[in-house]
């Protein structure tokens, strides 16, 4: 395992190109705040510039004034890292809001709490502190698990849901079924790797066709992305509950639009097929050519344009709803 230090840090292009990315993000329009959800437990997340005020030298948070989009990172990197091309497209016309989870980016807790429950809790409280009352949820991988959490705990929170690569739970059954195709014997294998070799394995099963990088390009990613091991492997463990005790597919309110991979190795269209078929008659589901799991990175183009398309009939239909 690569540990990454104050020195080696200073050269690595991963941790250089950091301040390029929120530099382009402020210029779109948001601004990173840390926010205490309660004490001991601090988010990360960036925020439109017109929702922060001062009064008295104090920040003070003020309600949206356009259509809210949440957006909910996958497990392997973080929400800026994940999103940073969607944020660009959607900002003119959104508020966007994109937090770290627990233990990703600048998020920390000393609770032990490890469950996606826990982390739509604390997504959720966060954006009370904001003044944010109503989202469309966008979510890819764990951001989609952490996402239904969020539907079925806060409906009046979250009004819509776009997903992408995840599942409504993580079970033992389909854990199983990964595990066989991808030769696995649990999810950290995959997604915590130690090695670069584990990180090109992960990128190959990842995406449709991953992209070639140098080799220095792998190192410095696994430097910089993968930090809070011990507590991110408890999240992991944490995820996959027995086929018992599994939430039932039934009773979201919301619209849910899943737009998938067509070569998504970890969550087939198989599978994404027979997720919209026990979700109802409110669930759509479109397939993007040519990409694999991490479609929002693979074929952000397409995936925006679909993105938009969504957006828009659903701050319509919210918007005849509040009518």
Excluded at 227 to 252: C, F, H, M, P, Q
């Amino acid at each position: 395992m690569i540990t990454l230090t104050a020195d080696n840090q200073m050269g690595n292009t991963i941790a250089l190109l950091t301040p390029l990315v929120h530099g382009l993000v402020k210029l779109a329009g948001l601004t990173r705040q840390t926010i205490e959800i309660e004490p001991g437990t601090l988010m990360n997340i960036w925020v439109p510039k017109q929702t922060i005020t001062k009064h008295d030298q104090n920040i003070v948070y003020v309600p949206p004034t356009k259509p809210v989009v949440l957006l909910l990172h996958s497990f392997a990197m973080d929400g800026i890292f994940t999103w940073f091309l969607q944020v660009l497209a959607l900002t003119r016309e959104y508020s966007v809001y994109v937090p770290d989870f627990l233990f990703f980016g600048g998020s920390i807790t000393d609770r032990n709490e490890r469950s996606a429950s826990f982390q739509a809790e604390f997504v959720a409280k966060g954006l009370e502190i904001l003044k944010v009352e109503k989202v469309t949820l966008v979510g890819l991988s764990y951001g989609g698990m952490v996402g239904f959490k969020m539907a079925k705990m806060y409906p009046e929170l979250v009004k819509s849901m776009v997903v992408s690569g995840t599942v409504v739970e993580l079970n033992e059954s389909i854990s199983r079924d990964s595990y066989k195709e991808l030769g696995l014997t649990r999810w950290s294998d995959l997604l915590m790797p130690e090695t670069i070799d584990g990180l090109k394995r992960m990128l190959s099963i990842g995406f449709h066709k991953a992209p070639w990088l140098p080799e220095f390009i792998y190192r410095d990613f696994l430097e910089v992305m993968f930090s809070n091991r011990k507590e991110r492997n408890e999240l992991l463990e944490e995820l996959v509950v027995t086929d018992k005790d599994a939430t039932s597919y039934t009773n979201y309110p919301q619209e849910i639009h899943m737009v998938w991979g067509d070569d998504d190795k970890i969550f087939d269209l198989d599978l994404a097929m027979t997720m919209k078929m026990r979700l109802g008659g409110k669930t759509s589901l479109e397939r993007i050519k040519d990409a694999g799991h991490l479609v929002p990175l693979e074929q952000p183009f397409e995936y925006n344009k679909r993105l938009k398309c969504i957006l828009e009939r659903v701050t319509k239909n919210h918007l005849l709803t509040d009518i």
